[in-house]
Each structure stands twice: as structure tokens, then as C-alpha cells.
């Protein structure tokens, strides 16, 4: 089945403590995308990969990383979670090339709460 | 830059009534448009998308949605809805000039099928 997969799907942690979620995509897809959702404001872009080792910041970066070693994944990573990072995570990946290179596929989300 | 703007943050609506969940963007480009429907305790899922051709496209389990590029609008409709049509729905725009690769999202519309 094709899929964009996530874990952890939920979190808990405290302020500093660095963090990894990770997002795995099985469908060969060049394009990946990280998005947080928060109530009142939608989905804003983090971080976005065209291909392995090229990635760029959205809109909303600041306190975040990520790598692309490899095409499936894209983890991303808090090196210092504060309680403003607490949030909806939504990993994305899509085709570059193909008839449906504009069409997203999510993954289920990460629900991140930072105390 | 790029906004979407969805005017209805929820909308109730009766069994088999139809339905308009409004949006409109600003952009100084042109951009490809897209819905996409988010149940409960889920990822995103593609509704239905405007790249370029007919104004009135038909998307997934019954909606369509109709470009109006003097309006900057992009309204998504529903003839007949179902209890299992509640939901939460994003319009996104992006700029076919960068390559797509920020997907700019509006706050979403609650929509709520009442029985």
C-alpha cells in the first residue's frame, strides 16, 4: 500500500530535550514536506526536500532540522523543543515528474506536546 | 507572497442539503489551487485540484469546485451532503513559477453534517 508513515504518532516531552520524528514515504517520491498545523492558522511549511540532500526552509523553520540521506525519509529534528513547538505534525511527499507531481500525500500526523 | 483566506471557520449543514465552503486567495502570480479534506485523527487527504483548463473541476465523493480567476476564488461545493462528509477542509494555493514547492493553506472550514 502506498504510504507516508510517521512515528511517533504522539509525544510528550519537556522543554530542551532533542527530539526525532521520523517520516518514511514508500512511493519513490522525490518531493518531501514537513508542515505543522496549529488551531486558527492552518497547515504552515517547515522544511521541504526536492531529493536526497536538498533541502529548504518554508515558511516556519526557525528551531527546526532536518536530513535527507535518503530518498524514502525525512526526519525531523527538534534539537531544543520549547512549549511553542507543541503542535501537529504533518509529513508530505509528492512526485516531481509525473502526471500527479502536484498531488501531496500526508502522512497520519505527530501530535508533539512540549511541557 | 501568496494567502488563502477561507471566509467560514465552520459550517452545519442538514443530511442531503448542499453545501459552499468559500475560499479565496491573493496572489500576484498565478497559482494552482487545491482542496483537500481532513477526518478526524487523520492525515490530509486530496479532494480535488485546478492547474489549468476547465474552470469547474469534480473531485472526489461527489464535490467539484469552480476557478474564478476575477474573484480569486476557488469555492468548493457539494450538491447532496452525507454524515460522512464531516470533516475539516483546506484550500491551498502554489506557484507553479517556484516549481510548487510551498503549499500555502488557509485555516480550514469545520464542516459539520447535522443528522
Known amino acids: 500500500e502506498a504510504q507516508v508513515t510517521q512515528n511517533p504518532r504522539y509525544l510528550i516531552t519537556v522543554t530542551g530535550k532533542k527530539l526525532t520524528v521520523t517520516c518514511s514515504q514508500n512511493?519513490?517520491?522525490?518531493?518531501m514536506s514537513w508542515y505543522r498545523q496549529d488551531p486558527g492558522l492552518g497547515l504552515r511549511q517547515i522544511y521541504y526536500?526536492?531529493?536526497?540532500?536538498?533541502?529548504d526552509k518554508g515558511d516556519v523553520p526557525e528551531g527546526y532540522k532536518v536530513s535527507r540521506k535518503e530518498k524514502r525519509n525525512f526526519p525531523l529534528i527538534l534539537e531544543s523543543p520549547s512549549p511553542n513547538q507543541t503542535s501537529l505534525y504533518f509529513c508530505?511527499?509528492?512526485?516531481?515528474?509525473?502526471?500527479?507531481?502536484?498531488?501531496?500525500?500526508f502522512g497520519p500526523g505527530t501530535r508533539l506536546t512540549v511541557t | 507572497a501568496q494567502s488563502v483566506t477561507q471566509l467560514d471557520s465552520q459550517v452545519p449543514v442538514f443530511e442531503e442539503a448542499p453545501v459552499e465552503l468559500r475560499c479565496n486567495y491573493s496572489?500576484?502570480?498565478?497559482?494552482?489551487l487545491f482542496w483537500y479534506v481532513q477526518y478526524p485523527n487523520q492525515g490530509l487527504q486530496l479532494l480535488l485540484k485546478?492547474?489549468?483548463?476547465?474552470?469547474l473541476v469534480k473531485g472526489i465523493n461527489g464535490f467539484e469546485a469552480e476557478f474564478n480567476k476575477s474573484q480569486t476564488s476557488f469555492h468548493l461545493r457539494k450538491p447532496s451532503v452525507h454524515i460522512s462528509d464531516t470533516a475539516e477542509y483546506f484550500c491551498?494555493?502554489?506557484?507553479?513559477?517556484?516549481?510548487?514547492?510551498?503549499?500555502?493553506f488557509g485555516t480550514g472550514t469545520r464542516l459539520t453534517v447535522i443528522p
Open positions: 485546478y492547474l489549468s483548463g476547465s474552470t
Open positions: 526536500s526536492m531529493n536526497v540532500e536538498v533541502t
Open positions: 508530505a511527499s509528492r512526485p516531481l515528474t509525473s502526471g500527479r507531481a502536484y498531488e501531496q500525500y
Open positions: 512511493m519513490n517520491h522525490e518531493y
Open positions: 491551498a494555493v502554489t506557484p507553479p513559477q517556484t516549481g510548487a514547492n510551498n503549499l500555502f
Open positions: 496572489s500576484s502570480v498565478s497559482v494552482y
